[in-house]
């Protein structure tokens, strides 16, 4: 179950909609190598409506009290009803805010590790302590690994985490723990989801896509230039060959070759290393599949749910697909999960062998994800007498939430209770009792009445006696 907090102050809660604590949409993005977001839209009835400032205010998620996302306030807008959409960034981005400035490692080079370490704590210099966010685990390459960079310019932190990725390669992970925000750069992700999402089951919608823009299958990697102008290659520790290959990649796209140079590596064995992971990535996230499912977390089903990160075991005999992919992106429904989307990168058999070093970890997880999956058949085939469709659901929550809204906007002020009511007339003894005000319209006041006209005796009495006096009386 999600909650959602501003710096510590509830925005929203399953349990606590009925006291205004509410979203009508919530949206959370994650994304492998990108801040993510989370958009979500609120009625001013919301106690915390007012609450959060733009870039300050901290939005976290949390499922079942563990935090599963944080970020800040970016934007928001209002309609006419002051209704009011707002737009977070994920934590990643609060890089953005500090920037570095020039430096020469030209001449003394630094190390990976050392030049990691001075970017994060540059920042945490610079940062508000509130978006602290500490050096993590690094193994993209040999932390001993040379920079010789020189910059001339101001840069901000992010600026300079790329020019790492893009030249080592990798993905950069943001974890909490024990309170601290840390960030990993790691050379793979190896980890293993225990679920297995498979068509028929809890597969709802499946597309697949392959963006070639950048795709290449064979790449010459190349170093820094000696004093002779000459470039260093990988030849000396790659038997004898200038350039590395991705089999899976050459199978799936053919043979494409790309020349790629990091001006700063002096050593064969770290260029190598460098040129493996990125070939690694760029064959990985050229072939992605776009897929509906529902995790099986939210069928009550004990396991993990789903992460960015993570490979998950994709089974769908229509679309010939029995693989491990990589999840490089979510867009999480809060408020209906069975609506969430995942991204999936290329397969399994294309990590490398530091992954296939796990093999024992991921071939243990595989067989939880059997039983998972062989427990959620179970499920299934009993669904039909014993459980409403998603679709029934999602017609009886309409209702559900429709209820609730007229129970949030009711004013006792307003209305009567049914004993107030037993003390009034019936429209019809109304009826009997009164005429309408618009007949009242057509008849004298009393004083009107007693201005143009006088009583009949008084007129009586008055006509009887000028009858008299015409007859000589007195």
């Known amino acids: 179950m999600y909650s959602v907090y501003s710096d510590g102050e509830l925005l929203y809660s399953p349990d606590s909609t009925i006291l205004g604590y509410s979203f009508s949409t919530a949206v959370v993005t994650y994304e492998i190598?990108?801040?993510?977001?989370?958009e979500f839209t609120m009625a001013s009835t919301n106690p915390s409506y007012g609450k959060m400032s733009k870039l300050k205010s901290i939005i976290t998620i949390e499922d079942d009290d563990e935090e599963i996302w944080r970020g800040r306030v970016l934007d928001d807008e209002k309609d006419f009803y002051n209704v009011k959409k707002t737009f977070c960034e994920g934590e990643f981005a609060f890089f953005n805010d500090v920037v570095y400035p020039p430096y020469d490692y030209s001449t003394t080079t630094t190390t990976l590790q050392r030049f990691f370490n001075n970017l994060i704590k540059y920042y945490n210099q610079n940062a508000s302590s509130y978006r602290s966010i500490q050096p993590g685990i690094l193994d993209v390459a040999p932390p001993e690994t040379s920079i010789n960079w020189k910059s001339e310019d101001y840069s901000d932190i992010m600026t300079e985490l790329s020019k790492l990725s893009s030249s080592f390669g990798g993905y950069y992970h943001l974890r909490r723990q024990n309170g601290i925000s840390y960030l990993d750069y790691l050379s793979e992700l190896s980890d293993v989801s225990e679920q297995e999402i498979v068509f028929g089951e809890n597969l709802i919608d499946l597309t697949e896509y392959i963006d070639a823009t950048d795709v290449y299958t064979y790449m010459i990697p190349l170093g820094k230039r000696d004093e002779n102008g000459t470039r260093l290659n990988i030849t000396s520790v790659n038997n004898g060959q200038n350039y590395i290959f991705s089999s899976i990649g050459e199978q799936t796209f053919g043979k494409i070759t790309k020349v790629v140079s990091w001006d700063e590596v002096d050593d064969p064995t770290t260029?190598?290393?460098?040129?493996?992971?990125?070939l690694s990535s760029v064959i990985e996230m050229a072939t992605t599949i776009e897929i509906r499912a529902v995790d099986l977390k939210f069928l009550g089903v004990d396991v993990d749910r789903l992460k960015v990160g993570e490979f998950v075991h994709v089974v769908s005999e229509p679309h010939g697909i029995d693989s491990n992919f990589l999840c490089s992106k979510i867009s999480l429904d809060l408020l209906e999960p069975e609506?969430?989307?995942?991204?999936?990168?290329?397969?399994f058999d294309?990590?490398?062998?530091?992954?296939?070093?796990?093999?024992?970890k991921a071939d243990d997880a595989y067989k939880v994800s059997i039983e998972t999956s062989n427990a959620f058949n179970s499920f299934s085939g009993d669904a039909q007498n014993n459980y409403a469709t998603i679709a029934a659901l999602n017609a009886l929550r309409s209702e559900v939430n429709s209820a609730l809204d007229k129970i949030e906007n009711f004013?006792?002020?307003?209305?009567?209770?049914k004993d107030d009511l037993e003390n009034y007339l019936t429209p019809?003894?109304?009826r009997d009792m009164f005429v309408t005000r618009s007949l009242l319209n057509d008849y004298l006041t009393v004083d009107?009445?007693?201005?143009?006209?006088?009583?009949?005796?008084?007129?009586?009495?008055?006509?009887?006696?000028?009858?008299?006096?015409?007859?000589?009386e007195t």
């Not at 190598?33 to 989370?38: I, L, R, W």
């Not at 260029?271 to 990125?278: I, M, P, V």
């Not at 294309?350 to 024992?360: F, G, M, N, P, R």
């Open 33 to 38: 190598n990108k801040a993510g977001s989370f």
């Open 271 to 278: 260029l190598k290393n460098n040129a493996d992971s990125l």
């Open 339 to 347: 609506q969430s989307e995942y991204t999936f990168g290329l397969v």
């Open 350 to 360: 294309a990590l490398t062998d530091i992954q296939v070093s796990d093999a024992k």
């Open 411 to 417: 004013d006792p002020g307003k209305y009567a209770t």
């Open 428 to 430: 019809e003894e109304a």
């Open 448 to 472: 009107d009445a007693r201005e143009q006209y006088t009583f009949v005796s008084d007129f009586e009495e008055l006509k009887a006696r000028v009858d008299r006096l015409e007859e000589g």
